[in-house]
Every structure is written in structure tokens, then in C-alpha cells.
């Protein structure tokens, strides 16, 4: 197996491509690949090419995939040698750029794999929507398939280079400033990236779009409003928002930004005593908002020319509430630390704020844990 890490010239525009492979056997892959990346006018460097330095070589090779664009990922039968990690080196590498960049992974056809690389191909696979995927017969296939893949992802940055300050913004700007209803809501908004229109105005407006958002919202496999609160869809400007009685809402944009608006405190008669923010609910249902707006990305962007998000959380009307474990609450539930000053607003991102848009439903938990834990260092004392 090999890897291949794509990073721009700053002086033509061409593209420095670093290759690795630590797999006895797949130097005729290498070859092709770099010759792929010649024939674009690209740069190629390979591992060996480091020389001395103070960094083991596995090192010396991750940085140059922290330091790329892209990366190409070759996978045959082999898995190669466990690293201290317990990985072989390129699914250590894959593990560093699956979720910053785009993957452009090619599977060689007829391949064996044993235990160790048959999961590794299933972990790529199962991120396929984030990737450019393509299966190879051979040297000259998988020589000409790498042109074609680099090939295109050039021309699809290069006709929307993606701005993650702004994509940020976006997400930000998304956020209301005030909860719609009586209460705590708690808030999750995703906008995409590049910058584009997902939705003409007469799609966005069309009845059957809007039947798919009411009927995944209330009743899909990741529902986020209630069934027994009346629900209205209205258009406000270039969105569709599907609003509650009790301040829950939806609403879909024209660029393709979702936000998810819910009840943060226990609704379901569990908790009693002094009212508090209880962790292990706001986690779910940030998890919850982000599985429901991945499958609405999935459904309106189906061409996926959104390739990254950046994602908000936020808690509006706050006030006094105190912040604890289900474990806490149980323990203790008509004593409670109240919050210090009444906070109207608590806003979050993640660190770094954009990520690949795969990672709403391949790292879903995580990034709820984090968005969570985020929450609540602003507002436990």
C-alpha cells in the first residue's frame, strides 16, 4: 500500500505530491503514481528523499501529510508492519488526513486481504461519501485512474477554493439570537463549504422537499422534534424552517446550512428536583441534530459539492442553571450548584471549526463529546 499527499505550489500553481510506502513489493504502484503526478506537472517527493533527520522517518512522513492538500491512498492486500500505535504507517497516515482533507483512495481489484487490512479497507469504504474512491487492474489503471482523480480534484478546488474562516462565519451567522419559545434550547448549526447555492429558490420552495424534511424530522431514524407539538413549515427569505409550538425548530437554506433547534433540559418526566443541564442528554442530542443534518446533506447534496462543515452548538436562555451528570442528579437532586450570573448566551465551535463533512456520520459521538464538554466549561463554575 501506498500514500500519496497532494500540497500546493505557491509559485505556479502546480502541486508538491509526497509518496510513501514502507511495503516490500508495491514499488512498481509508487512508480505509477509518481509518473500520474509528473504528467500533471506536479512535484513528486518521496519518503526516502527526507535524508537525515532528527524525526524518525514515519514522522518525517506524517508531516508531509499535515502538510498537503490531498492525499491519494493506494490499498492492495498487504497491511504492512504495526507502528508503536498498533497501525501499520499508512493507516497511521490515512488516520491524519481522513479528516482534514480529501482522500483520493484506489483499491487494488482482486485484492486478499487478511483480518488486519480487511478492516482497514472497511474503514475506508465506510468513509467512501468523503472520498473520491475508485478500484485499479494494474499499473497502467491505476496510473491513468490517479490522473484523472488529481485531475479532477484540482479543477473542483480550483472553481471553488474552500474558505474555512468564512464557512465558520457561516455557521456562527446561522445561530438565532434569542431561544423562539420558553425555555432552554439548545441549538446545533451546520454550514457548508465551499461557498455555493445546494438549493435554486423553486427547489427550496418545492412541496415534496418539504414533505421529506417534516417526515425526517419527526419521524426518521435520527427525528430531533417532537410528534406531539404542532408543527408549521413557512419560508423565511432563502429558507424553509419547520417551527414548533414550544420553540423546537428546523430550518434548510439555499447554500445548504442546517440548523437544529431542541429543548435542552429532560422532557420525558426523568428528572426531578432542582432543574439542571444534565451532560449526557445535551451530548445525545447534539449526536442527534448531527446524524438528522447529515442526512439532509446527503439528500439535497447528493453530488456532495459541499465537501467540508463547520458546526456551532449553542444554549440560549441559559439563565441560572447548573450543569451535571445524570449520576450527579440522581444522587442529589434538590441540591444543586446554580451557574454564577445569568448567561443568555453559550456558543461553541469545534477546534479546528471546519471539518470534512464525513465526519458528521462517521465521527458523530466525538464531535457531540466535544461540543459538549465545550458547553460546559462555559457554564459550570
Wanted: glycine share 8%; aromatic share 4%.
Amino acid at each position: 500500500m501506498a500514500s500519496v499527499g497532494v500540497t500546493p505550489r505557491a509559485d505556479n500553481g502546480h502541486m508538491k505530491v509526497f509518496i510513501s510506502s514502507l511495503i516490500r513489493g508495491f514499488e512498481p504502484l509508487r512508480d505509477a503514481a509518481a509518473r500520474a503526478v509528473s504528467s500533471l506537472g506536479h512535484e513528486v517527493v518521496r519518503a526516502e528523499d527526507f535524508g537525515a533527520s532528527p524525526d524518525s522517518p514515519q514522522a518525517a512522513c506524517m508531516a508531509g501529510v499535515r502538510e498537503s492538500e490531498a492525499v491519494v491512498l493506494i490499498l492492495g492486500s498487504e497491511y504492512g508492519y504495526a507502528q508503536a500505535s498498533g497501525l501499520s504507517a499508512t493507516h497511521e497516515e490515512y488516520r491524519e488526513a481522513r479528516d482534514a482533507r480529501p482522500v483520493l483512495a484506489f483499491l487494488e481489484d482482486g485484492m486478499e486481504p487478511g483480518p488486519e487490512q480487511l478492516a482497514f479497507v472497511r474503514e475506508v469504504q465506510g468513509w467512501e461519501k468523503g472520498h473520491y474512491t475508485s478500484s485499479f487492474d494494474g499499473v497502467e489503471d491505476l496510473q491513468a485512474k490517479v490522473v484523472r482523480g488529481l485531475h479532477d480534484f484540482a479543477l473542483a478546488n480550483a472553481s471553488a477554493p474552500l474558505d474555512e474562516a468564512e464557512v465558520a462565519r457561516q455557521s456562527l451567522g446561522l445561530v438565532p439570537q434569542a431561544p423562539s419559545g420558553s425555555g432552554t434550547s439548545l441549538v446545533v448549526s451546520v454550514a457548508g463549504g465551499p461557498a455555493r447555492q445546494v438549493l435554486r429558490p423553486a427547489e427550496l420552495e418545492d412541496a415534496e422537499l418539504h414533505r421529506f424534511l417534516l417526515s425526517e424530522a419527526l419521524t426518521g431514524t435520527n427525528s430531533v422534534l417532537s410528534l406531539t407539538v404542532a408543527t408549521n413549515t413557512s419560508m423565511d427569505a432563502d429558507t424553509v424552517v419547520l417551527r414548533q409550538d414550544d420553540g423546537a425548530f428546523v430550518s434548510l437554506s439555499e447554500t445548504g446550512g442546517v440548523v437544529v433547534a431542541q429543548q435542552a433540559l429532560e422532557d420525558n418526566g426523568w428528572q426531578v428536583g432542582i432543574a439542571s443541564l444534565i451532560e449526557e442528554t445535551v451530548t445525545e442530542r447534539i449526536s442527534d441534530a448531527l446524524r438528522f443534518i447529515g442526512g439532509i446533506l446527503d439528500r439535497v447534496d447528493q453530488p456532495r459539492r459541499l465537501s467540508h462543515v463547520a458546526v456551532t452548538a449553542v444554549l440560549l436562555g441559559v439563565g441560572y442553571l447548573g450543569w451535571r451528570t445524570k449520576e450527579e442528579q440522581a444522587q442529589n437532586p434538590r441540591t444543586a450548584t446554580m451557574g454564577i450570573g445569568s448567561k443568555d448566551r453559550v456558543l461553541v465551535q469545534l477546534s479546528p471549526p471546519v471539518r470534512r463533512r464525513a465526519a458528521l456520520a462517521h465521527d458523530t459521538h466525538k464531535l457531540a463529546e466535544d461540543l459538549a464538554v465545550r458547553l460546559r466549561r462555559e457554564v459550570r463554575p
